[in-house]
């Protein structure tokens, strides 16, 4: 009877040997080692999510030599044109030449940058032969899908550019929204655009195509090297300028939509700064214009900031800031047409004033 009582007893004592909070034992330092993780562990694992986060991809050099060469009849710039019944839209903004610039590339994981002459075709139903018809988008892609296959463009992509590769386009929505206007044809942030590249015994072409209900874009880049063509401005050709006209127009040039002055536009910073120190009573106004791409008033800011830099610039090297002003006027004072890429350039200029 006693043995029973002592089994009785210590069942009952190992039944209740839990914690207050009703764990086991074995619950209880589970519990323990899953809460006093030290700080340094913890801190490591927020390091991991952090290193996760997207980071914009160099822009890579395209293995042209991985693209077999065609050797069939791809005619003349811009090797291609719109389908029958179909024509170019030349009063459209996406319809541009340019003799130099660059259309970006996107295989379906890398970014290529394609130097040379380029081509942007905005495309429309023509009006001479099909003023009733509406615009056919099936027949675009078809037609231009099946003549670039033809004369041997290989497909290196037909998908949107993934959301988290957007980064490669700039910080912000303005910043990546002027650069697919720069460098790519159609809504290349929202739709997929098609990218063809094609490899002649002589040339290295690529393709864009882009269409949606409403239109077909084509954007055409032939790869060339670039050739400069701006002489150096001399510190004794500023002056004779000023003394001549009063003023001297100089194109610096600074990072887009930003008054950060470009490393390369210091060759003519060094050529102001002789100039004024080879003049020590000269005193100038530094005037900063823009063209009319954007509103008024933040063309008025930027222009004022630029001419800011620019006396910065002349002050860090040792110009008294005395003999200098400076002052903004925008896009309100152009000597070019504002219409076509040439004369937007010359209207980007910072003008040095005799005072």
């Known amino acids: 009877?006693?043995?029973?009582?002592?089994?009785?007893?210590?069942?009952?004592?190992?039944?209740?040997?839990?914690?207050?909070?009703?764990?086991?034992?074995?619950?209880?330092?589970?519990?323990?080692?899953?809460?006093?993780?030290?700080?340094?562990?913890?801190?490591?694992?927020?390091?991991?999510?952090?290193?996760?986060?997207?980071?914009?991809?160099?822009?890579?050099?395209?293995?042209?030599?991985?693209?077999?060469?065609?050797?069939q009849d791809i005619g003349d710039y811009p090797y291609i044109t719109p389908p029958k019944g179909m024509e170019v839209s030349e009063s459209s903004s996406a319809t541009k030449s340019y003799d130099f610039h660059k259309l970006e590339m996107f295989d379906g994981t890398s970014f290529f940058a394609f130097e040379g002459r380029v081509e942007k075709m905005s495309i429309k139903m023509s009006l001479k032969d099909n003023s009733d018809q509406d615009w056919n988008q099936y027949l675009f892609d078809k037609s231009v899908s099946e003549y670039l296959t033809s004369i041997g463009a290989k497909l290196i992509s037909d998908q949107k550019i993934p959301e988290e590769l957007m980064v490669n386009f700039g910080d912000t929505p303005n910043e990546r929204y002027a650069h697919m206007h720069d460098f790519y044809i159609g809504d290349v942030v929202n739709d997929k655009v098609r990218m063809y590249v094609l490899r002649t015994q002589s040339q290295k072409i690529g393709f864009q195509v882009y269409s949606n209900t409403a239109t077909g874009e084509i954007g055409i880049v032939e790869v060339k090297d670039f050739e400069q063509t701006i002489e150096k401005i001399t510190a004794s050709e500023i002056k004779e300028e000023i003394e001549k006209n009063g003023f001297v127009a100089l194109h610096i040039n600074f990072d887009t939509g930003k008054s950060r002055i470009k490393t390369d536009s210091y060759s003519i910073i060094d050529e102001i700064v002789k100039m004024l120190k080879n003049s020590p009573d000269l005193k100038i106004s530094i005037e900063g214009h823009t063209d009319d791409v954007g509103d008024d008033s933040s063309n008025l800011k930027l222009s004022k900031n630029r001419a800011r830099a620019v006396l910065m610039a002349l002050t860090d090297e040792g110009i008294e800031e005395s003999r200098l002003s400076s002052e903004g006027f925008g896009e309100t004072k152009p000597v070019s047409d504002n219409t076509t890429e040439d004369g937007k350039a010359q209207n980007r200029r910072v003008e040095l004033r005799k005072q």
Request: hydrophobic content about 30%; some cysteine.
């Open 1 to 71: 009877m006693t043995k029973v009582i002592w089994v009785i007893f210590l069942s009952l004592l190992l039944t209740n040997c839990k914690n207050n909070t009703g764990e086991t034992e074995e619950e209880r330092i589970q519990t323990e080692e899953e809460t006093s993780i030290p700080d340094s562990e913890t801190t490591e694992t927020v390091e991991v999510i952090k290193n996760t986060e997207t980071e914009k991809q160099p822009v890579k050099e395209f293995k042209w030599n991985d693209i077999p060469i065609t050797n």
